[in-house]
């Protein structure tokens, strides 16, 4: 009864109920087949980690992943490294994200320092950063300091292509109009470029979540002593694959949280943006 | 300050220096526009109309000759002179009332007085109940209503207006023409109006300026009787020698565009 109400709830004729119902039927059936889809693939794991058609050596199971998880649980050491993971990894994307955009605004200050930096930002973008790792470490240290280092690094410049991209996209009219109140240079950047630059300032917000969780467990990987990444790499040594299932599922869920908590920002922001 | 002549130009040419070798935009143009008075520039594409308001608005300096506004050279953009692009500009993240604003804001000139006077301009328009509503609420019609009044609150002397009814449907043009032409006369204000269409010309201006391209020059000058320009431009529209003028002004287009 409750679901029927729900289905053409806020409907203002027959025809526009029958118009909702149908588009949350469809709703409905695409939501049960993901959950019939994860169900389904979880038990073909565990029947086939029982009768032997996987090595749960190497695959592990469900049921002990699960075990995990409530060993971990109870002894607290799964929020403890979980929780230093993703200090390090907001903390890494907000860095990113801050300085690839001031880089951004840095350079579009001078046209002449643009593209004098050109070739190096390209040739900066297409480096593959992780191999900075040895530099932070031995700049840095053994600590936080050098796994956050190095997610910022990989954020940091595809952040500041990406935005001084969208300064230069904006509609060159937009600065005639100010100009003809004689605005200056930074005027016209802070009363129009930045603002019209929001949207895809947060597009590479998105962008960003993930590269800063690669940026994190590589560099927890090189140096780090607790973390998720570092329980990947400790279950890997020790030969407990379980661990390193475990590891991935949550830093899969934690990095999911995170992606929709930028969705949810975006959407707020842009509420009253439609041209 | 008082200057009987709001607007004038001696010898003004602009060239645009490229790899590929020096363009004249316009040369050698000579014009004058007393205070308070209405003048429409036409001509085919290409002829630096454009190019003439952004000089006069001092987005640029010319190459060669002088430009005075009420008998001041321009040495940059002043607050004497507004500006009107062919579309609004609105920008889409602000509302109606900020939207009205970011002129006073740039030049520094947000006060309570100030915004007052821009609200009552937006009241005068009839568009105050959109005062919190966006841009893209909003019609073309009453966004570039809107456009108006963001260019009326820093209170210029002079308004340029590019095109600024280009973008619209017919029936909204003809009613913005009468409100921008009411508007500019009650307030007593001096207008140079780029455009294309020559009806729009022979019914808004005081004195048409024919231009031909390849360097813009001005060719023709035809004055238009106060008979058709002291009537609002949708009634001057009716009167027996407004097809005399279109006429003229067709012709003079005609044969530069044929050269």
């Not at chain 1, 955009?101 to 320092?113: M, N």
């Not at chain 2, 050279?73 to 002043?78: H, I, N, R, S």
Request: hydrophobic share 45%; aromatic share 10%.
């Amino acid at each position: 009864m409750k679901i029927a109400d729900w289905l053409t709830k806020g409907a203002q004729s027959e025809e526009h109920g029958r118009y909702l119902k149908a588009l949350r039927l469809e709703q409905l059936k695409v939501l049960a087949t993901q959950i019939v889809l994860l169900v389904f693939l979880l038990i073909a794991w565990e029947v086939s980690a029982r009768y032997g058609i996987v090595d749960t050596f190497i695959f592990s199971q469900p049921t002990r992943v699960w075990q995990l998880i409530l060993e971990r649980a109870a002894d607290g050491s799964i929020y403890h490294h979980t929780w230093i993971t993703l200090v390090e990894t907001i903390i890494g994307f907000c860095l990113g994200t801050l300085f690839g955009t001031l880089l951004a605004i840095l350079i579009w200050a001078s046209p002449f320092f643009a593209r004098v930096l050109d070739p190096y930002l390209v040739v900066l973008n297409s480096m593959p950063k992780v191999a900075l790792g040895p530099f932070f470490i031995v700049t840095l240290g053994t600590g936080h300091l050098s796994i956050i280092a190095m997610a910022v690094a990989i954020a940091l410049i595809i952040t500041t292509i990406v935005v001084y991209g969208s300064f230069q996209e904006v509609d060159p009219n937009y600065l005639k109009l100010t100009q003809t109140w004689g605005a200056t240079r930074w005027q016209s950047f802070r009363k129009v470029v930045l603002p019209a630059s929001v949207p895809s300032i947060i597009s590479t917000l998105k962008v960003n979540v993930g590269l800063s969780w690669v940026g994190v467990i590589v560099g927890e990987f090189l140096v780090a002593k607790a973390g998720l990444g570092y329980l990947i790499i400790y279950g890997f040594q020790v030969f407990n694959l379980t661990l390193v299932m475990t590891s991935l599922l949550i830093i899969s869920l934690a990095a999911t949280v995170m992606y929709q908590a930028v969705a949810f920002l975006e959407k707020k922001l842009m509420q009253n943006r439609r041209i | 300050m008082t200057h009987a002549l709001a607007i004038e130009l001696k010898d003004v040419s602009k060239k645009y220096i490229t790899k590929t070798g020096i363009n004249y935009a316009v040369d050698n143009v000579n014009l004058t526009v007393e205070a308070g008075a209405f003048i429409s520039l036409v001509g085919p594409s290409g002829c630096g109309k454009t190019t003439l308001l952004s000089l006069i608005a001092g987005l640029f300096p010319p190459s060669g000759g002088e430009i005075r506004i009420f008998g001041q050279k321009v040495e940059g953009p002043t607050s004497q002179v507004g500006y009107m692009l062919q579309q609004d500009y609105l920008l889409p993240w602000r509302n109606i009332y900020q939207n009205i604003l970011l002129g006073l804001e740039i030049t520094h000139t947000l006060n309570r007085e100030t915004e007052e006077h821009a609200l009552y301009l937006l009241e005068e328009m009839g568009l105050i109940d959109y005062r919190l509503h966006y841009p893209h609420q909003l019609s073309g019609g009453m966004r570039q209503r809107v456009a108006l009044v963001r260019t009326l609150a820093t209170e210029p002397d002079i308004l340029l207006l590019d095109e600024p009814f280009s973008a619209l449907d017919y029936q909204t043009k003809l009613r913005l023409e009468d409100l921008v032409s009411s508007t500019l006369k009650k307030h007593a204000k001096t207008a140079v109006l780029v455009t294309h269409d020559l009806s729009e010309a022979v019914a808004m201006s005081d004195r048409v300026y024919v231009f031909s391209r390849n360097p813009g020059r001005i060719n023709t000058v035809i004055e238009i009787p106060p008979v058709i320009s002291e009537k609002t431009p949708l009634a001057s529209r009716n009167i027996p020698e407004f097809q005399t003028y279109f006429q003229r002004l067709w012709e003079e287009l005609d044969v530069y565009e044929d050269r």
